[in-house]
């Protein structure tokens, strides 16, 4: 059992629309970080939240944070080509620096 | 521009060879680590490092060492390749302290055990 669940694992969708990804877990973190991996790339962050019910915006993407800090969700508002990828969450555990990252979703945006 | 660089990108070796994939960054980060990743699944840290001469084996068992004599320098050692190792190889760093600093990845080796 993975610490940190996300889901869908994949979603494929047209150019345009929207999507969200979820990331869940039973335990409460410090942080989670959001991060995007292409193809043959290693992982790239896109955004930290630390606070309980924060919601954070990068363009078309927004990102919230759980009140408890058990969750968070990604959003991504009239999706592009661009935006395929796996996003992957990773959280921080109170006692320690190292990241838990989930399973991953795989985004497909088809023009 | 990257700060972290990995080395080889691709690597095809036979069993039993030795091979060591290379890690360096120049942002002058404490703490630096090395997953391991099957295409497009989920990362499974397999050592880490907190400083020099500090290394500690991860969450995933791996016949691999590592080594941490520089704080820029993280290398990866298999000292008898088997196909069970053919994965992509990612390496990150991160700042010392708190728990809101990101991870940066190098590129990642893929490598190929035949």
């Known amino acids: 059992t993975q610490l940190l669940e996300q889901s869908p694992q994949f979603l494929s969708i047209q150019e345009g629309e929207n999507l969200t990804v979820y990331c869940n877990s039973s335990?409460?973190?410090?942080?989670l970080q959001w991060y995007r991996q292409e193809p043959g790339e290693g992982p790239v962050l896109l955004v930290t939240?630390?606070?309980?019910?924060e919601v954070k915006k990068l363009k078309r993407l927004t990102f919230q944070f759980g009140d408890a800090r058990k969750d968070s969700s990604l959003h991504i508002t009239a999706a592009q080509p661009g935006d395929t990828g796996l996003y992957l969450c990773a959280g921080v555990k109170a006692a320690g620096n190292k990241l838990t990252f989930g399973g991953g979703t795989r985004v497909l945006v088809k023009p | 521009e990257a700060d972290i660089y990995q080395t080889p990108r691709y690597l095809v070796i036979g069993t039993g060879k030795k091979i060591t994939l290379e890690c360096s960054q120049t942002?002058?980060?404490?703490?630096m680590y090395w997953y391991q990743q099957d295409p497009g699944m989920e990362l499974h840290l397999i050592h880490y490092s907190y400083g020099v001469n500090s290394t500690e084996k991860g969450d995933l068992s791996s016949e691999s060492t590592v080594s941490r004599i520089r704080t820029e320098h993280f290398p990866l050692t298999l000292e008898s390749a088997r196909p069970s190792h053919t994965s992509q190889y990612l390496c990150?760093?991160?700042?010392?302290?708190?728990?809101?600093?990101?991870?940066?990845f190098g590129s990642g080796t893929r490598l190929t055990v035949v």
């Open positions: 990150a760093s991160s700042r010392q302290g708190g728990f809101n600093y990101g991870y940066t």
């Open positions: 942002m002058g980060h404490d703490k």
């Open positions: 939240v630390v606070t309980g019910g």
């Open positions: 335990s409460v973190f410090s942080s």
